[in-house]
């Protein structure tokens, strides 16, 4: 929901040394009548690179052109956007490690020199020239930096890498969401929602809105812990937030895996699911809570695995 999005950074909630030294570079380039050095913000989904696009553009007093890397397949679509920025616009490029190589080679020109190549006449005749644009800010977001490609990647002036939010600041996030709903939560309900976010805002944001549902339909007045509880139970989430995809996940390491260590494609063939939908969607939240491993020879679930599932790691791995 774009109303509950912060709009500055006294307003953001987490990623604190982030945002301390974003707010450094704001200053001083507005200080200067200069556009933003190019950012490239990196992380796990929905921990608010989109969020923070916004509060920089907001901050530099521009404007913020939206758009995401699968869109632009032909270099004119993203020339045509270069060339309509003002002076000092965002451009965010949300999953900017998805473009593809020929969008790059313009992007490499605009971000360098604020010139793009514009194609003049066709067959044998036509040429290659070069047309200023105005100075611009290329916000980029990645759940996957290795996937951007070192040239792309060096042309970032600030690279910055936003990890998942602290219980305290989760429940200070639902705490706003309620409020912006009309809620009024306990402070017991606060935190058994916060602990089951995944340290992820966006998920927080829906999970306060479900819990509002809930409580409608079965017409409860008070939200506290156990309202919540009642709410995670049918929404299929456990204690730490895991849903079944998390759970079966886990149980194919341990039971079909022997505990691991196995191979992506191997866990995502037997699952059926897209392997980087396990890498980026899945995989983040249990390395996090040390339920799972990576190691050089693939995943490798953790003693914690076993026990948050209520098995003990010296049972029978392998199913038969």
Avoid at 69 to 96: H, K, N, Y
Wanted: net charge neutral; glycine share 8%; proline share 7%.
């Amino acid at each position: 929901m774009s109303s509950l999005r912060p709009k500055a950074f006294s307003d953001f909630v987490g990623q604190r040394r982030v945002c301390e030294k974003l707010r450094v570079y704001v200053e001083a380039a507005r200080a200067r009548g200069e556009p933003l050095d190019h950012v490239l913000l990196c992380g796990p989904p929905g921990l608010g690179k989109t969020t923070l696009a916004t509060v920089l553009a907001n901050e530099m007093g521009v404007g913020i052109r939206l758009t995401s890397g699968p869109v632009l397949t032909r270099p004119g679509d993203v020339a045509s956007i270069l060339a309509s920025l003002e002076e000092r616009d965002v451009l965010f490029l949300d999953e900017i490690h998805r473009l593809p190589k020929p969008v790059e080679e313009v992007l490499y020109v605009a971000m360098e020199d604020f010139q793009i190549d514009v194609l003049v006449g066709k067959g044998i005749g036509a040429r290659s020239v070069r047309v200023p644009i105005k100075p611009f800010t290329l916000v980029g977001a990645t759940t996957r930096l290795a996937l951007v490609s070192p040239p792309l990647r060096s042309r970032f002036g600030i690279v910055e890498h936003l990890s998942f939010y602290p219980l305290e600041e989760m429940m200070e996030i639902v705490r706003r969401v309620a409020r912006s709903l009309g809620m009024e939560l306990e402070e017991s309900a606060v935190e058994e929602i916060a602990r089951r976010s995944r340290g992820v805002p966006r998920i927080a944001g829906k999970m306060v809105r479900r819990v509002r549902d809930y409580a409608q339909v079965e017409g409860w007045t008070r939200l506290d812990a156990a309202a919540v509880r009642a709410s995670m139970r049918m929404m299929g989430l456990d204690d730490l937030g895991l849903d079944e995809m998390d759970r079966r996940l886990l149980s194919a390491i341990i039971d079909r895996f022997g505990g691991g260590p196995v191979g992506l494609k191997a866990l995502a063939s037997y699952l059926q699911e897209d392997p980087s939908a396990i890498e980026e969607v899945y995989e983040p939240y249990l390395v996090e809570l040390g339920l799972i491993d990576r190691t050089p020879r693939g995943r490798r679930a953790t003693e914690r695995a076993y026990l948050h599932l209520g098995l003990s790691p010296s049972s029978p791995q392998v199913a038969p």
